[in-house]
């Protein structure tokens, strides 16, 4: 089951869902680095359904040393617009109402049209903006969600977190896919440390979400 995508004017860059396009790394969107990276996690459902859990309550961005803040539902009816199968086609989304679910501290999962605030920092730098669901994802074998970028970021862009459970193998995969584009006059003259940021920030990604690690950064 697919719990669908979200798409208005609010985010602060134009390609919408370009996470979940195939050939990202080969034509990101006009003036961003494209970035992705993958971990295996284990094999089994058990791992798949933990992984999954955590990763909608927001596990990856804590664990990372982010702040997740004013959690917001969409105002009004929740659009479900298009969604996106594994090859980044287009497909209608499911109708079926999903029970909203909460953490121990009461924060809700990720749902299509939420906002949040991100607090923290990264590589030294301050890491804070107000982010959007862009879509969810909970299939029999994928769980996923895509954040974009609202504003007040040193960065314009998009993140995709997925574990997919593999019937060929067994295997549990997490993958983080991202593009971001330089707002900030540091990052527009040293690209290079755009792509530290990032390259920091997949690490902490993978230290929240894999069983290997037992405690974050």
Avoid: C
């Avoid at 979940?20 to 971990?39: C, F, K, V």
């Avoid at 961005?61 to 969604?83: E, I, K, N």
């Amino acid at each position: 089951m697919r719990r669908g995508t979200f798409r208005d004017d609010t985010v602060d860059y134009a390609a919408v869902g370009g996470t979940h396009a195939s050939d990202l790394m080969q034509y990101p969107p006009e003036r961003s680095i494209p970035a992705e990276e993958s971990w295996r996690l284990g094999s089994g459902e058990e791992r798949f359904r933990t992984a999954g859990d955590a990763l909608l309550s927001w596990t990856a961005q804590r664990t990372a040393g982010l702040s997740v803040q004013d959690v917001r539902p969409a105002s009004g009816p929740a659009y479900a617009g298009v969604s996106f199968d594994a090859e980044g086609n287009p497909i209608a989304p499911s109708t079926r109402e999903v029970e909203q679910r909460f953490d121990a501290e009461g924060t809700p999962f990720a749902g299509p049209g939420m906002t949040l605030r991100l607090r923290g920092r990264v590589g030294g730098m301050r890491a804070d903006a107000e982010l959007r669901v862009i879509s969810v994802t909970e299939q029999a074998r994928r769980i996923g969600l895509v954040l974009g970028t609202v504003g007040g970021s040193v960065v314009s862009g998009e993140e995709l977190f997925e574990i997919d459970w593999r019937e060929d193998s067994d295997e549990v995969w997490f993958t983080v896919r991202a593009f971001d584009a330089p707002n900030s006059v540091l990052y527009r003259f040293v690209p290079w440390l755009l792509k530290r940021r990032r390259k920091e920030l997949f690490a902490r990604y993978l230290r929240a979400i894999s069983p290997l690690y037992a405690t974050p950064l």
